[in-house]
């Protein structure tokens, strides 16, 4: 019998007896509510689901749904036992799109893998399929499923469904001993080698814990895919000081330096002590990177509009055909408890974020996933509102039809009935951020060290993004396709620094001469005219005496820029080190010494098995603008279960 759990307000125990009695309910037809593709006029909320883009679909794996039964007011939550999937070649309407479903039988264990929530997709970067790693089971679902023995891998058969396999690793004793977490950071390079940051451990992710506190888990796990050998590398770098962070989303670009970059951001950072836990936001405004081969770590601080503190939210990757990198955040939930709703991009190599001024149809939301479909629209897949409690956050119905919600990356507009447009044209960077580059605005940069610098910048120090030619075709043999998993590719093209926009440069400089010929031929014409009226011009005037070069006296001060301060890569020491000394008041950096970490939040709860922990309300001390949220204004909610 799979879980199930009925739902009523905050009184889901009650909800299940009354289903069970009024429905007649017996083992033999549960089945009539075990729904993994609810029809859209009974669905009402998909929480904490995994998806990725392979060819011409998009597959949705692991997560919950929470539903009507025969239009009462009670609602059935049930496990996702599925792999779904929805073809994105052809254009369709969230509420009426065809989401197809590769069961997963219950009568043949250790045949495919049980359904987890919060866990992570690596896929291979043949095209040919994605792994499953991470996550935990549902409340009423015991982890004994939980392989140790190797990890899943689904094999696509091109019309979107598939079939799953146990992959096993070439060393099965050091495979044994990784915890597996649930909310971790996860990408997968295109080396072939796929990373897991972090995370929270329970003995409902991991079936070798038999305890219920949940715990902070240090580590970067890894896994090369061509030899199937594992790894727990230090985190510390990436989340100092302790090496552990939450709910923070992981970016492969793979557009920039010689073996693309991994990019971190969001989440939160937690100490080690499970009966004492105090945490603290990392800040966006302050970027972590590493070298998937090397494994050299690297921060950069952004300028613009940074998204304020949270975790949970989902993020997306997309490369422009004038150089540049995108990276969209949206929603999540703050430290207070609050859901958003709000977007924002952030931009490479300028570092420098922009909020998008559009409200989502959806509501506030966190727990979602979110994948890159098509050519230029972000599809966002389920969500919850956590700072609503247990009960509540299933119960409040999803605006998104079938919890499918549709962004514009290039206009920055939500659909408002749920059109996906299999023939929207090719992604060119948002308006907002073409006019930032068209500012020279990448030439003030100030770069944390000269090394990062030249996997952006090109030695010359002329680069500049071709954000003038956003709107031309990218060539070949550089075009990127990220699948919201970090399986986007990239083959050759010009240097580190994506596409250089030498025309940019060539452009502004036939925009100055062609203004300049227009100017003087008009004086020109102008003094001719007056000369042919007998006007008396003088051979010096004082326009002209004004572009003769200034005095020394006069010219300003060139601006110096400070010592350029080189990481090591291998400690988060260094890293602290290398960094201004600035107020780190909440949020704070990923990348400071314990010394200088504010670490002053309290949690309500321990986890229970059933019942996650919480901040406590009121207790941080908040940075600027973090009480209220730039979507709602509204202050935090009261603490409430995770799950």
């Excluded at 007011?73 to 369709?92: E, R």
């Excluded at 009568?107 to 970067?125: E, F, K, M, Q, Y």
């Amino acid at each position: 019998m799979r879980p199930r759990l009925g739902l009523q307000g905050g009184v889901g125990a009650l909800a299940l007896v009354l289903l069970t009695c009024t429905q007649g309910t017996t083992a033999a037809d549960d089945g009539m509510y075990e729904i993994d593709v609810p029809p859209a006029k009974i669905f009402n909320r998909r929480v904490k689901p995994r998806a990725t883009v392979i060819g011409d679909y998009v597959y949705i794996d692991g997560g919950e749904i929470a539903h009507y039964v025969n239009a009462t007011p009670f609602y059935y939550v049930n496990t996702n036992n599925s792999t779904l999937s929805i073809d994105i070649s052809k254009s369709w309407y969230a509420s009426t799109v065809d989401i197809k479903a590769t069961p997963k039988p219950e009568d043949r264990p250790g045949t495919v893998p049980i359904s987890l929530n919060a866990g992570g997709i690596w896929n291979h970067p043949s095209g040919d399929g994605f792994y499953w790693w991470g996550g935990y089971v549902s409340a009423r679902t015991r982890p004994d499923g939980i392989s140790k023995e190797g990890i899943w891998r689904f094999t696509v058969d091109g019309r979107g469904g598939g079939s799953w396999a146990l992959e096993f690793p070439a060393n099965p004793t050091y495979f044994k001993t990784l915890a597996t977490t649930e909310d971790g950071a996860y990408a997968v390079s295109r080396n072939k080698t796929a990373f897991w940051l972090g995370g929270h451990g329970t003995h409902r992710t991991d079936p070798a814990r038999v305890d219920a506190i949940g715990v902070a888990v240090t580590g970067l796990v890894t896994y090369d895919m061509e030899t199937k050998t594992w790894q727990n590398e230090s985190s510390l770098g990436l989340a100092p000081p302790y090496g552990t962070i939450r709910g923070a989303r992981m970016e492969y670009v793979p557009t920039f330096g010689p073996n693309g970059l991994m990019v971190v951001l969001g989440g939160f950072i937690w100490n080690l002590e499970p009966n004492s836990r105090t945490e603290s936001a990392a800040d966006f405004s302050n970027v972590t990177l590493f070298d998937p081969v090397t494994r050299k770590q690297y921060w950069q601080t952004t300028t613009g509009t940074a998204p304020p503190a949270r975790y949970l939210h989902c993020s997306v990757g997309v490369a422009s055909p004038g150089g540049t990198y995108e990276i969209f955040v949206f929603g999540g939930i703050t430290m207070q408890n609050q859901a958003l709703e709000d977007l924002y991009v952030l931009s490479l190599p300028g570092f420098v974020w922009s909020r998008a001024q559009a409200t989502s149809p959806g509501g506030v939301r966190d727990g979602h996933t979110c994948v890159l479909a098509g050519k230029r629209q972000m599809l966002s897949i389920g969500g919850e509102n956590d700072g609503l409690g247990t009960g509540p956050r299933y119960v409040e119905r999803d605006l998104f039809s079938q919890g499918l919600g549709i962004f514009d990356l290039t206009n920055l507009t939500w659909s408002t009935d749920g059109h996906y447009d299999a023939e929207a044209e090719a992604y060119k960077s948002p308006k907002i951020v073409q006019e930032w580059y068209a500012k020279a605005n990448l030439s003030k940069i100030a770069w944390t060290s000269d090394e990062l610098k030249s996997l952006f910048i090109t030695a010359n120090g002329t680069s500049q993004p071709n954000q003038v030619n956003n709107d031309t075709t990218p060539p070949s043999d550089t075009t990127t396709k990220d699948t919201g998993s970090g399986g986007g590719e990239s083959t050759g093209g010009l240097s580190s620094g994506a596409k250089i926009a030498i025309g940019v440069v060539a452009a502004m400089i036939g925009v100055a001469l062609a203004i300049g010929a227009t100017v003087y031929m008009t004086k020109r014409r102008y003094r001719k005219k007056l000369a042919a009226e007998g006007v008396y011009i003088p051979s010096s005037s004082r326009e002209d005496k004004l572009q003769g070069d200034a005095s020394p006296e006069s010219r300003p001060a060139p601006r110096t820029r400070g010592s350029e301060r080189e990481l090591s890569g291998s400690s988060w020491e260094a890293a602290a080190a290398a960094k201004p000394r600035v107020d780190y008041s909440t949020p704070v950096s990923l990348n400071k010494a314990p010394s200088e970490l504010p670490i002053h939040m309290a949690y309500s709860e321990l986890d229970t098995g059933d019942q996650d922990w919480r901040p406590t309300n009121g207790q941080p001390q908040r940075g600027p603008g973090e009480l209220e949220s730039p979507a709602t204004g509204h202050g935090p909610t009261s603490p409430s279960p995770l799950k």
